[in-house]
Structure formats: structure tokens, C-alpha cells
């Protein structure tokens, strides 16, 4: 399920900049802006120690958190609604970024298609 819901958050075409609507409100209500909320993904992400996931999760009540989850660990174990993961096993980008993950971040940020996030909302 991981997998799944990592790859589906792709697009191929040219992706907007930041999400817009109900998941821009919760993003800023939540972390105080898009950048924030970016950085804290991005932090988790790249100081989560060996194989992981980090996610951009909303409880029932919309709010949004980031969390680091090792291994194959998602959300949905913990009652949480998974909207945005990020693939921080090794395998998922050695062979083009080596030990590079923030990196390897970066180019995940220019290919997430925000309406399948948002739609996860």
C-alpha cells in the first residue's frame, strides 16, 4: 500500500508549484505556510535514520501532521488519513542520487500531482 500511494502522487506533466484549496487552507492552518509545511516534510525525510517513510498525514478532524515511520509503517496503523509520503529506502534513490536524499527530495517536489493529494483529504 505504501508503493501504491507513493507512485499514484506522480505526474507526469508539468505539476503546480503547491497544492490549492481545502489541502492549501489545512497546510497553512496546520504549519503556518506551504514552505513550512514543505520543510518539515523535508526534514523528516532526510534525518529519518536507516529504511522509511515520511508522511504528510490529516487526523478526522482535517489537521495535518508530519510523521517519520520506519520501515513499512504508514498512517493507517495510527488512525491517520496518509496524504503525502515520501520513499526514504535506499532503493528508491541510490541509483541516481548515491547518499544525495535532499536531492533526491527536491526532484520529488516537482512531480507531485497536488489533486491526487488533496483528493486523499
Same mark, same amino acid.
Given at each position: 500500500?505504501?508503493?501504491? $500511494?507513493?507512485?499514484?502522487? #506522480?505526474?507526469?506533466?508539468?505539476?503546480?508549484?503547491?497544492?490549492?484549496?481545502?489541502?492549501?487552507?489545512?497546510?497553512?492552518?496546520?504549519?503556518?505556510? #506551504?514552505?513550512?509545511?514543505?520543510?518539515?516534510?523535508?526534514?523528516?525525510?532526510?534525518?529519518?535514520?536507516?529504511?522509511?517513510?515520511?508522511?504528510?498525514? /490529516?487526523?478526522?478532524?482535517?489537521?495535518?501532521?508530519?510523521?517519520?515511520?520506519?520501515?513499512?509503517?504508514?498512517?493507517?496503523?495510527?488512525?491517520?488519513?496518509?496524504? $503525502?509520503?515520501?520513499?526514504?529506502?535506499?532503493?528508491?534513490?541510490?541509483?541516481?542520487?548515491?547518499?544525495?536524499?535532499?536531492?533526491?527530495?527536491?526532484?520529488?517536489?516537482?512531480?507531485?500531482?497536488?489533486?491526487?493529494? /488533496?483528493?486523499?483529504?
Amino acid at each position: 500500500m505504501n508503493h501504491s $500511494l507513493y507512485f499514484e502522487q #506522480f505526474t507526469p506533466q508539468p505539476a503546480q508549484s503547491e497544492p490549492l484549496g481545502a489541502l492549501a487552507v489545512a497546510s497553512v492552518k496546520s504549519f503556518g505556510s #506551504f514552505e513550512e509545511m514543505k520543510a518539515k516534510m523535508n526534514v523528516a525525510a532526510t534525518t529519518l535514520f536507516g529504511s522509511g517513510w515520511a508522511w504528510l498525514c /490529516a487526523d478526522a478532524e482535517g489537521n495535518l501532521s508530519i510523521l517519520q515511520m520506519p520501515n513499512a509503517d504508514n498512517p493507517l496503523r495510527h488512525g491517520l488519513k496518509p496524504l $503525502l509520503t515520501f520513499d526514504v529506502w535506499e532503493h528508491a534513490y541510490y541509483l541516481d542520487y548515491q547518499n544525495r536524499r535532499p536531492d533526491y527530495l527536491a526532484a520529488l517536489w516537482g512531480i507531485i500531482d497536488w489533486d491526487i493529494v /488533496a483528493s486523499r483529504l
